[in-house]
């Protein structure tokens, strides 16, 4: 089973676009205590969600620094946000060994969307990412973690091969659905790295039960 452990922005948010954005940043020292307790672990997968300058700035020379990989979800309508990458960036993240994914336009959930906005979302995205990066993204990372049947329906219809959630619990390597443990300001390098080393229990049985109640509902 492999743990995909998922940031959000390192160091301090100086101002949050959305409500409660500030809860998901870690600051810097965390965040590279925490690489250095995941260093070393075959079954650990990295991810960063949202596309914030501190991907570049602080969590690329981290990762190099110990021969690590992650994939970068970005949202294509932040490419010219000064406080999120943009095309340069992008293709530097590249040259550097990380994969780019698809987290949408505008970071809204992709539930209940009419059908011009899920094209924007899960399309026009995907072709605006890949013109900036030079790479396509064949991974989507779900904005908010929320998602129905019809989500999961229109994001296999879109083609892409990996789909990650916010569901918290192990996924079983190659699968198609890919669940997660989002990162926060209260967490610490020990905190994740119990999340990786403990035996699966109930919460985790609870959490994917949920994840297969929305993708039936």
Not at 170 to 189: F, L
Request: charged fraction near 30%; glycine fraction near 6%; charge should be neutral.
């Amino acid at each position: 089973m492999t743990t995909h452990i998922c940031f959000h922005g390192i160091g301090v948010c100086a101002d949050e676009r959305e409500s409660g954005e500030a809860r998901y940043w870690m600051a810097e020292d965390t965040f590279l205590r925490t690489l250095d307790a995941l260093a070393d672990r075959s079954d650990v997968e990295l991810s960063f969600d949202d596309g914030n300058r501190s991907d570049l700035d602080i969590a690329l020379p981290a990762l190099a620094e110990r021969g690590l990989r992650a994939t970068f979800f970005v949202l294509a309508g932040r490419l010219d946000d000064p406080a999120s990458l943009n095309a340069h960036d992008l293709r530097s993240l590249v040259a550097a060994g990380m994969s780019i994914g698809n987290h949408g336009w505008t970071h809204t959930p992709w539930r209940a969307l009419d059908d011009a906005a899920a094209r924007r979302e899960l399309f026009d995205a995907r072709n605006a990412i890949q013109e900036a990066s030079g790479t396509t993204p064949t991974e989507a990372a779900l904005p908010l973690g929320r998602y129905d049947r019809n989500t999961v329906r229109r994001v296999r219809a879109a083609g892409y091969p990996e789909l990650y959630t916010s569901d918290r619990y192990r996924s079983r390597p190659g699968a198609w659905m890919r669940a997660r443990y989002s990162v926060t300001e209260h967490d610490t390098a020990e905190s994740v790295s119990a999340l990786v080393t403990r035996r699966s229990g109930a919460s985790e049985a609870r959490n994917a039960a949920a994840s297969l109640v929305k993708r039936l509902r």
